[in-house]
């Protein structure tokens, strides 16, 4: 293994805590992967790892190698592409992550584009609500709704999902459509938090001078957008939800917007991946794309 393959080996060890998930990330036997850290540990002269039965971590050397070690991998990466225009092949893996609903609905149906004009990259999707964590589980890029919580991450926010309010027609033939505020004291909230066991967040709504939230009864909870959407369908409750994931079922009659003059603040859309000096040209291109392929569905963003 050269001495690029064997700082990649370290990186993805440091990052991922151990050598079989490093390994597994990198395609490699797992042998290789620790005689590589080896051979390094032993060209520096130094331990670069702590390593126990449950984990391996970095020693104070081995963590300001790494520091160092990515700024070396994106100047190499750099240099082996600053003569490269996007009329010339781009070449190598792309991992990235966003959610399953933005997946499902966009960027799947149109990726076979992007991979026919790009036939030799390849892309490792991981579709999920969850917060990855970029660094340690090696995403190129993820890409969330929301305000980021990572200020250590790079953002670039591609535009504002504007929110509906929206229920079933079954779930309003039982209940009555609401007309104002005071009367979601006699309906039904799906509630939606990230982690199971948090406190449900209520009811946003826009009272003329900022965002509120009216607390509502629900007996629905759920951590994941498609079961969020399916519990709607299935006359659960009002969700709160983006225009963009639910337009084709409002048309189709499956859902209907309630009280629009009272719906969240719109969520910015927003591309994260790390800190880093050089950005490789097929990362900057993915993301390019994917910023073109929503722009259609999404609003500027809200002046505050």
């Not at 499956?254 to 990362?283: K, S």
């Amino acid at each position: 293994m050269d001495l690029t393959q064997s700082l990649r080996a370290f990186q993805r060890v440091v990052e991922l805590g151990g050598f079989t998930r490093a390994a597994d990330s990198l395609g490699l036997p797992k042998a290789s992967v620790s005689t590589a850290i080896q051979q390094l540990e032993a060209r520096l002269g130094t331990q670069l790892l702590h390593r126990t039965t449950r984990r391996v971590r970095p020693t104070a050397d081995g963590q300001a190698f790494y520091q160092r070690s990515l700024d070396v991998l994106a100047d190499m990466e750099e240099l082996q592409g600053m003569f490269q225009t996007e009329d010339r092949p781009l070449r190598g893996r792309l991992r990235v992550d966003m959610g399953s609903g933005m997946a499902r609905m966009f960027v799947l149906p149109r990726l076979a584009g992007f991979l026919a004009a790009h036939p030799q990259l390849e892309i490792e999707l991981s579709a999920t609500d969850r917060l990855v964590d970029v660094v340690r589980e090696g995403f190129d890029c993820v890409l969330r709704g929301g305000h980021p919580q990572d200020s250590s991450l790079v953002a670039r926010t591609l535009g504002a999902m504007r929110i509906v309010n929206c229920a079933s027609p079954a779930y309003l033939a039982a209940r009555g459509v609401p007309r104002s505020l005071e009367a979601l004291g006699a309906h039904a909230l799906v509630h939606y938090v990230s982690t199971l066991g948090q406190r449900p967040a209520g009811f946003e709504y826009h009272d003329g001078t900022g965002y509120r939230l009216q607390p509502m009864a629900g007996a629905v909870t759920v951590n994941n957008v498609e079961a969020y959407h399916a519990a709607a369908l299935a006359g659960l409750g009002i969700i709160q939800v983006p225009l963009l994931s639910v337009r084709q079922a409002l048309a189709d009659g499956q859902l209907v917007e309630v009280l629009p003059g009272l719906v969240a603040e719109p969520m910015p859309l927003t591309l994260l991946y790390a800190q880093r000096r050089h950005l490789p040209l097929r990362v900057r291109v993915f993301m390019d794309w994917l910023a073109e392929l929503l722009a259609p569905h999404l609003d500027p963003l809200p002046v505050r």
